[in-house]
T-cell receptor
Framework: AQKITQTQPGMFVQEKEAVTLDCTYD???????LFWYKQPSSGEMIFLIY??????QNATEGRYSLNFQKARKSANLVISASQLGDSAMYFC??????????FGTGTSLTVIP | DGGITQSPKYLFRKEGQNVTLSCEQN?????MYWYRQDPGQGLRLIYY???????QKGDIAEGYSVSREKKESFPLTVTSAQKNPTAFYLC???????????????FGPGTRLTVL
């Protein structure tokens, strides 16, 4: 079974609107962390936001927030007030108590002026 | 400035040649990782190292080798045994201590390898 599933290969959003990128995960480990990365066309993976399994509140970092629904095993990224520079690939990842990160296949976001 | 550097940015190799990709970090991180990314794909783990002089194979280690002689450096050699080496290679590092599930990975800018 896939550890991380991103079902939206491509998304479009109007500039200044909010957008939600979906991520579901599969784990039986009670301790895990969820991460979102942005990959612009230059290729570098940029860390955006982190949510721990024991965190009671949803993580927020500037215009990024993580909608963490533990019972549904989902960790959706919400980008508010989209900007043209937000156009990129977005990857969801998870780490359990072991050494390996598990990455999803990514969602391509295009911001339309 | 703290960060991760990878060199070169672009690398061309003839079939049958070994090539080494450089990865250096000055973040004082214990753990380092190498990933491969193919077009339209996610990241696949090649090798990782939690501490100097120790490393473990990831999901796709065949045809690759690494060394970890210094904390700051984790070079990756793509050998001639790797059948389809053309890809984008990303190096990452993390603190490597504390609760594993909180250990954020930070990435370098990547090296794009093309086999001619």
């Amino acid at each position: 079974a896939q550890k991380i599933t991103q079902t939206q290969p491509g998304m479009f959003v109007q500039e200044k609107e909010a957008v939600t990128l979906d991520c579901t995960y599969d784990t039986s480990d009670p301790s895990y962390g969820l991460f979102w990365y942005k990959q612009p066309s230059s290729g570098e993976m940029i860390f955006l936001i982190y949510q721990g399994s024991y965190d009671q509140q949803n993580a927020t970092e500037g215009r990024y927030s993580l909608n963490f629904q533990k019972a549904r095993k989902s960790a959706n990224l919400v980008i508010s007030a989209s900007q043209l520079g937000d156009s990129a690939m977005y990857f969801c990842a998870m780490r359990e108590t072991g050494n390996q990160f598990y990455f999803g296949t990514g969602t391509s976001l295009t911001v339309i002026p | 400035d703290g960060g991760i550097t990878q060199s070169p940015k672009y690398l061309f190799r003839k079939e049958g040649q070994n090539v080494t990709l450089s990865c250096e970090q000055n973040l004082n991180h214990d753990a380092m990782y190498w990933y491969r990314q193919d077009p339209g794909q996610g990241l696949r783990l090649i090798y990782y190292s939690q501490i100097v002089n120790d490393f473990q194979k990831g999901d796709i280690a065949e045809g690759y080798s690494v060394s970890r002689e210094k904390k700051e450096s984790f070079p990756l050699t793509v050998t001639s045994a790797q059948k389809n080496p053309t890809a984008f290679y990303l190096c990452a590092s993390s603190i490597g201590s504390g609760s594993p599930w909180t250990d954020t990975q930070y990435f370098g800018p990547g090296t794009r390898l093309t086999v001619l």
